[in-house]
Each structure stands twice: as C-alpha cells, then as structure tokens.
C-alpha cells in the first residue's frame, strides 16, 4: 500500500494541543484509519501532543462456551492490534510513536481516556457503516460523539491537509458557537468558512413573520452576530449562508457545491432525554457525509456552562404588577445572551439553552410566582422546580 504524505498546508491557527492537553487519536490499524494519523500530525504542532490509541474488543461470551477466555488468547489479539497499529505508523509517519492498546469498546476507550487526559480533540476515521452496524451498535465515529465530552473530529478517507472550504452549521445555540470556533482554528490560511443557518419550512415561519419581521432577516442579523464574535483572521473569509428545508439534506447539498473538505456542527438532541445524546442532525451528517466532521458533543458545553449570579432579593408583587415588571424587564435586557435552565426535582438541573438571546419576557397567568434579578437573571418557579435565565456579562 502506497504511504500518504502529509501536506505542509497547517491551520492558520491551531488546536494548541500539548502534552498536558493531547489530541486522542483512534486507529484499528486499517487503511480506514489512514487519515486520522495524517491530519492528527497536520494538526498538532509536536508529535509529543499525540496520543496514539488502539483497542481491541473483547471476546464475546456464548451460552454453550466457556465462561472466560483463555489469556493467552487475548494477549495474542493485543499483540496482534499493536503490530498492525505500528506497521500503519511506520507506514504514515514514518517513526517511532508508540502505540497504546487498550480492552474495551473503541468508543467508550477513546472518551474516557480523552476525558482523564484532559485532551483537546479526539481523532477518529470516519469510515463507512452498513445498516447492520447501525443495528449492533458498530459505528465508532458516532457512539464517540455520544460519550465524548470534547471536541471529535471524524475523518475522510483521503483528507490530507488541513480544511480549506469548511460549512458550519449555525443553530445559534454554544455547541454550533464553539464548533464555529474550532472550525477557525483548523482552517488553512486562506480558507472560505461558510456560517449556514437552515430555517424550517413549517408554520413557526411565518409565526416569527408576523411578530419579528421575516425570519430572513431575523437569521441573517443573527449569522453576522456569530461573525461578529469569531474573531477571524485576516487570511480567512467568512461568508453566512440562509438556506430552506431539511437540515441535513440542506448541508450536505450545500458543502457538496462547493466542495467542502469539512462540515462542522455542534451536536445535541431536544428534550430532557435526547438533549443528552446526539441530534438526528448530527447522526444523519456522519452518517451520509462525503468530507470530515467536527461534532461538538452537548456535555463538551455543559461542562463550561455553569455560572453563579448573586442571591436574588425577593420581592413579592401582586398578579397586577407582573406584566408591567415583564415588559420593563425585557426592555432593559433586549438582546443580552445567557443561560436558559430547568431546575426540577424530578428531572435534576437541565441546561435548556446557550448563548440565548432574549427578545422578551410575558406574563403567564398559569405560573404561580415569578421572581426577576436585578438584571442578572430571571427565575421563573413552577412547583417544586424553576426555570432560570443567567444572562452573560
């Protein structure tokens, strides 16, 4: 097999990755893998800031076999993934890095080394999954982005430099933030960035027509807010794009006209329980996509997205004062970002939204007691439980 050779094109930036906060790369030693060892050593400014991983899964236990493997067995297979993981070393890199072997699942390996590591970005092949690995549970770029609580960059096969035309999917919440971010980061010097925002083709539409202005207009305003906050290099051009419809089948469409090396998103599902998984959006992109994915999984934020205000003052108001107290509250915080949060007893703390803009509060005769911060917060209670809006600085 012919060795890849790396190219000199290297980010403009950089994911500053070190000893102390590597990037995890994954490999079973396959040609699959290939470009994951190429754009690791692209991307990482020593070989030092690389941690080099395989791992082999164990056995699985029959009802009519023994009940344990013999040893020696599997110190046959973790030789057997060590030797193939060197011999794909030798052959890409052409040096002495060693190998780290592990038992277990890939993907759970992989999170939890990267997690106790502290590393800066996990990655992996891409690689191409049949519906039967979809059934077994097989498709180790997307079980990573479940567990993972950093960044995770999916390789193509092929992908030899750093990205030059890069779609990122813009929802406007932190994950679709960060991954903008990162996307800057990984960026060759002389890249076109695309900020996509796909607006749906439901009622919600012209709802937001009616009350706001179109949402056109709306999406756009906030595309350049994201923009506004990338800080972009001078060599780098960015460009918002508004597109209509299904969002995957919107992205994928767009990065192939103009031939993105790379779709980066942030991924997190909707709802108490899905929001802890990954997006159907996120799914159906690693799983059709042509180029390289960078997913921001949800718990990369969460982690981060903890902040402390002052305790409130409360100050009981009649029913009668509160749609007044609401429309000047929202007059005096118009626009400013924050945290969305439910805190319930029965679902634990939730973090609902990041980087949420407000465009307004309202009296709802339903609720029970409203208390407003002195424009750090607002602290909606509702039974045993709240919501809390944290407003940024």
């Not at 096969?157 to 030059?164: T, V």
Request: hydrophobic content about 45%; overall charge negative.
């Amino acid at each position: 097999m012919d060795t890849l050779k790396i190219s000199t094109l290297q980010p403009e930036i950089g994911v500053r990755a070190s000893r102390t906060a590597p990037i995890v790369v994954g490999t079973d030693g396959r040609s699959q893998s290939d470009a994951a060892l190429v754009m690791a050593r692209v991307l990482s400014d020593s070989p030092e800031a690389i941690r080099l991983v395989t791992a082999v899964r164990r056995v699985p236990i029959f009802p009519d076999a023994p009940s344990s493997v013999n040893a020696d067995v599997e110190a046959a297979r973790r030789a057997d993934a060590k030797r193939e993981a060197l011999a794909q070393v030798e052959r890409i890199w052409r040096d002495g890095t060693d190998v780290e072997v592990y038992d277990g699942d890939p993907a759970l390996v992989l999170g939890t080394l990267a997690h106790s590591v502290s590393a800066t970005l996990i990655v992996a092949g891409l690689g191409r999954h049949s519906v039967m690995d979809r059934v077994f549970g097989s498709e180790t770029a997307l079980r990573l982005i479940r567990v993972a609580d950093c960044p995770v960059l999916a390789v193509a096969n092929g992908a030899s430099h750093a990205p030059r035309r890069i779609v990122v999917a813009v929802d406007f919440s932190e994950t679709s933030l960060r991954a903008a971010r990162l996307a800057l980061d990984l960026a060759a010097s002389g890249s076109v960035i695309y900020l996509a925002h796909v607006a749906p083709r439901d009622s919600s539409l012209y709802e937001w027509a009616e009350r706001a202005g179109s949402y056109k207009q709306d999406a756009g305003d906030a595309l350049q807010k994201v923009r506004d906050r990338l800080h972009v290099p001078e060599s780098i051009t960015v460009q918002k794009v508004l597109l209509q419809g299904d969002p995957t089948t919107e992205l994928l469409a767009f990065a192939a006209s103009v031939n993105a090396d790379l779709i980066a998103t942030g991924s997190h599902g909707h709802g108490f329980v899905t929001r802890m998984l990954i997006g159907s959006v996120t799914t159906r992109l690693v799983r059709l996509s042509t180029c390289s994915v960078l997913a921001v999984p949800h718990s990369a934020v969460m982690t981060r997205a903890r902040v402390s205000v002052e305790p409130p003052s409360v100050v009981p108001l009649p029913h009668a004062e509160w749609a007044a107290e609401m429309e000047a509250f929202s007059r005096r915080n118009f626009g400013r970002h924050g945290t969305l949060e439910v805190d319930d007893p029965e679902i634990g703390a939730q973090a609902q939204e990041f980087d949420y803009p407000l465009t307004g509060a309202a009296f709802d005769i339903h609720d029970q007691h409203v208390q407003l911060g002195r424009d750090l917060a607002i602290r909606i209670a509702h039974g045993n439980g709240q919501t809390l809006l944290t407003f940024a600085a």
